[in-house]
């Protein structure tokens, strides 16, 4: 089970984005009506829970 983020995490997050790393959770990136994971960079139809390829999922994230 998630716990919601505390003030702590946000000063983490602010930390880690202002050296340039990412602190937003992946997700699919879409490309007309197509997904690509983000992981390995597999095409999936845009229906797609997981990936295929990897295994992937935004739940797994």
Known sequence: M???PTDAD???DEFLAQRGHETE???WEESY????CPDCGGIHAADA???TVCDWSPRSA
């Open 49 to 51: 829970t997981s990936c």
């Open 10 to 12: 946000a000063e983490v």
């Open 25 to 27: 959770s992946p997700g």
């Open 2 to 4: 998630a716990t919601p």
């Open 33 to 36: 009506n197509k997904k690509q």
